[in-house]
């Protein structure tokens, strides 16, 4: 759990780097750039918002776009919901507000690995990415223009993170069928709709993929009332 | 310094609109009866939704009309899993799609 969390943190320091670049670039001050990353904290849908506000977006068109792209979240949160019940419900409401991608995908592999919540875990799992997201977004704000992230090739660590998580939650055949589902429904979606509109059809279809899927043997006799512990569901 | 805060308030709708989505499984009573087919589902969830944020954000460009990305980004996040797959750690993998990208871009394939 510490080793992946560090390794989420490493990638999400110079994530949040680009995105304070990207925010100077949209005219946000420092304090927009802090009260984003903290408050509103949805890193794809603040890389989309500052690209609305860089263009003279809407606020309610901002709103939409946040909204659909963070809808994903809803899936997230209950599939760790039978987890978090054992948390009291003020600890469920603070809990939320730190639920993202990598929370989630951190969280719930460290959650099936115990078989059980734990809270310090969910914790440590927030922290790797709130903290160096935070921090990171005003570094990069800060020192916009010294550093040429695309030469460095610090853009591809999102997609690869993405990738590597996901692989990380594979303990089955029908996981990889909803993987690869998803992705051959976000990417064709994604280039006739947006990118926002793909991400959230292939994480809303991907899942029919897999339930159309055999199980695996090891996916059988797992216990359906809740999701599966399972020992090879450790994130990498 | 540009101290403004006029965007503040965009980060709190920002948030009024995220909160919903993360709160409200979380809090609804009953939310860990839910039938094993759903509870399924919502397994399937989490590797959909990861492998759509890498499959669009790799596979699709950025700014202005989307189009298909031929390059070395889907080859370096594709090398990613390949480390992931075979040593189960993350940082080495995206360590190395980094560096796979850095390096064609300095000479020139990127």
């Given at each position: 759990m510490t080793r992946d969390g560090?390794?989420?943190?490493?990638?999400?320091?110079?994530?949040?780097?680009?995105?304070?670049?990207?925010?100077?670039?949209?005219?946000?001050?420092?304090?927009?750039?802090?009260?984003?990353?903290?408050?509103?904290?949805?890193?794809?849908?603040?890389?989309?918002?500052?690209?609305?506000?860089?263009?003279?977006?809407?606020?309610?068109?901002?709103?939409?776009?946040?909204?659909?792209?963070?809808?994903?979240?809803?899936?997230?949160?209950?599939?760790?919901?039978?987890?978090?019940?054992?948390?009291?419900?003020?600890?469920?409401?603070?809990?939320?507000?730190?639920?993202?991608?990598?929370?989630?995908?951190?969280?719930?592999?460290?959650?099936?690995?115990?078989?059980?919540?734990?809270?310090?875990?969910?914790?440590?799992?927030?922290?790797?990415?709130?903290?160096?997201?935070?921090?990171?977004?005003?570094?990069?704000?800060?020192?916009?223009?010294?550093?040429?992230?695309?030469?460095?090739?610090?853009?591809?660590?999102?997609?690869?993170?993405?990738?590597?998580?996901?692989?990380?939650?594979?303990?089955?055949?029908?996981?990889?069928?909803?993987?690869?589902g998803a992705v051959a429904v976000a990417v064709p979606v994604g280039l006739a709709a947006g990118a926002s509109v793909g991400l959230v059809a292939g994480a809303i279809l991907g899942p029919f993929f897999g339930l159309a899927t055999p199980a695996s043997p090891n996916e059988e006799s797992s216990a359906p009332e809740t999701p599966e512990p399972s020992a090879e569901a450790g994130l990498p | 310094m540009n101290l403004s805060m006029s965007l503040v308030p965009l980060a709190f709708l920002m948030w009024a609109v995220t909160y919903p989505s993360r709160a409200l499984p979380m809090l609804a009573p009953g939310i860990e009866r839910l039938p094993p087919r759903a509870v399924t589902y919502l397994r399937l969830a989490g590797p959909s939704a990861l492998a759509s944020l890498a499959g669009v954000n790799c596979l699709l460009t950025s700014g202005g009309p989307r189009s298909l990305l031929i390059g070395v980004e889907p080859v370096a996040v594709l090398v990613c899993v390949a480390i992931v797959a075979r040593t189960r750690l993350l940082l080495p993998g995206v360590a190395a799609a980094v560096v796979l990208v850095a390096l064609a871009r300095a000479w020139g394939m990127g």
């Open positions: 560090m390794a989420i943190s490493a990638y999400a320091l110079p994530v949040g780097l680009v995105f304070g670049l990207t925010a100077l670039q949209a005219r946000y001050s420092l304090l927009d750039v802090m009260a984003n990353s903290s408050i509103a904290f949805a890193g794809g849908a603040q890389f989309a918002a500052a690209g609305l506000v860089k263009d003279g977006a809407s606020w309610l068109a901002i709103a939409g776009v946040t909204a659909l792209v963070n809808a994903r979240h809803l899936l997230y949160s209950a599939a760790l919901a039978p987890y978090t019940i054992a948390g009291t419900r003020r600890e469920r409401a603070v809990m939320a507000h730190f639920l993202t991608d990598e929370t989630f995908a951190l969280a719930l592999a460290h959650f099936r690995r115990i078989g059980r919540f734990d809270r310090r875990g969910y914790w440590m799992a927030a922290m790797a990415i709130f903290v160096p997201w935070t921090i990171g977004s005003a570094l990069g704000y800060l020192v916009a223009g010294a550093v040429d992230t695309n030469r460095l090739g610090l853009d591809v660590a999102f997609p690869a993170a993405m990738a590597g998580l996901s692989l990380g939650m594979v303990s089955g055949r029908r996981d990889v069928a909803a993987a690869v | -």
